[in-house]
C-alpha cells in the first residue's frame, strides 16, 4: 500500500480536489470521489512515488463526464498538483491576458475555478482586496459578459447575466387577420355596420363604413429542453421567458423532459423569484433524461389545438439529443411545423463552428425547421430578437449554419 494511502492522505486529497471542481461548476458527487480513489489504488498510480500522468488521466477518467470539462480540470490539476502557494495562482488568474480578438475558452473556463478557489478563502483582508482588483478589471464587463458562454460563468456573472436578461425583449412583427375592424381608408365596406348606421338615421342616408384588415401580434408558444444536457442553458433561458411572458399577451410557455408540462401561468408571476419557485415545484423531470418525439406528440395532441391558432410562432429550445434515438420525432416535426406560422429552433450546440448533424435527434428534426439559430449567451438572445423583430419566410435560415 502506498504511503499516502497508509497515513491517511489519499482520500483526504481526492475529497478535496473533487470539493474544488464541484465548487467550479462540475457535477462531481461523493460516488465518483470513491471510484476515483480506488482507481488510484487499482491501476497503482497512488504508489511512492507518485507519477503525475498516472494521477491525470486516472482521476480525468473517473471525474469527467464530458469533454468541454476539461479545461477547468486541467486548470485545477495544474493548481492541486504543484502549486503550494495557492493565493499567489489565484492572483495570477485575475490578470488580464490578451488573447487578439476572439477570448481563449480556457480563458473563460477559468474564471469558475478561479472563483471557486477564491470562495475557500478565509481572510477577510484577503476578500477584501480580490474585491478591488476585479474591480479595476471590469473597464469592458458588459461587452464580455454578452459574449461569455452561460456554462462557464460564475455566480456572481449569472445574477448578472439574469438583470440584463430582465430588460430584454421580443418583439414580434404584426401579422393581418381575417378579422376587420373600421377604418376611414379601408378598402372595403362593412356591411354590418353600414346597416346598424343606416337604422339609426332612419335609412335617409346610407353612410358607408369602411373596413380593413386588422393587425395583430402573432401569438408566441415556447417548448423548452429542461434534460441534464440541456441544464446550464434552460435555467438562464427561463428567466428570458419570464421578461417575455410579462411584456405582452398570448405567450405560451411548456418544458420538456421526459414529459411535457405547461408553466405559462407560474411565469405570469411579477416577481421573478416567486416565478421560478413556482415554476420549479410544477416540474417533476428536471434535468433528467429527454424524450423529444413523446414530449412533442403530447403538446401535438392536447394543447396544438389550443395555442397554435392564428398564426402562432413556435421557439424550440433544445439541443437535440433525444434518449430515445429519434423514433417518431421526425413525424412530430413535421406536424408541429405545419400547424405554426414558422417554426424556430435554438440550439447550444451551433456555438461551435464544427456542428455537424449526427445525433439521430438532430437529423429527424432539421428538415422541418424554418430558422435555426444558436442560443448560449446574451449575444445570441438579442440577436434572436432581432431576427424575429423582421419578416420572416419559410427556411429562411435553416441552412445558414452550414
Known sequence: ???????????????????LLRAAGLRVGPDRVVDCVNALERTGAAQFPPRREDWYWTMSAVLLSRQEQRPIFDQAFGIFWRDPKLSEKMMQALLPQAYGRAAKPEREQSQRLTDALL???????EAEERVELEARLTSSTRELLQRMDFDTMSAAELAQARQMISQLRLPLPKIRTRRKAASRN?????????????LRSGGDIIPLVRASPRELHPPLVILCDISGSMNPYSRM????????TNDRDRVSVFVFGTRLTN??????????????????EAIQDWSGGTRIGASLREFNFKWGRRVLGQNACVLLVSDGLDREAGEGLGEEMERLAKSCRYLVWLNPLLRYERFEARPAGVRAMLPHVDVFLPVHNLKSLVDLAKTLSGPLTRKQESVAWR
Open 186 to 198: 379601408g378598402a372595403s365596406v362593412d356591411l354590418r355596420a353600414t346597416l346598424r348606421g343606416t
Open 119 to 125: 470562495a475557500q478563502k478565509k481572510n477577510a483582508a
Open 263 to 280: 408553466i405559462t401561468r407560474q411565469l405570469r408571476h411579477r416577481d421573478v423569484d416567486v416565478a421560478m419557485a413556482k415554476v420549479a
Open 237 to 244: 433561458f427561463l428567466h428570458f421567458l419570464h421578461a417575455v
Open 1 to 19: 500500500m502506498s504511503a499516502a494511502r497508509s497515513e491517511g492522505r489519499l482520500a483526504e486529497n481526492v475529497m478535496h480536489f473533487a470539493r
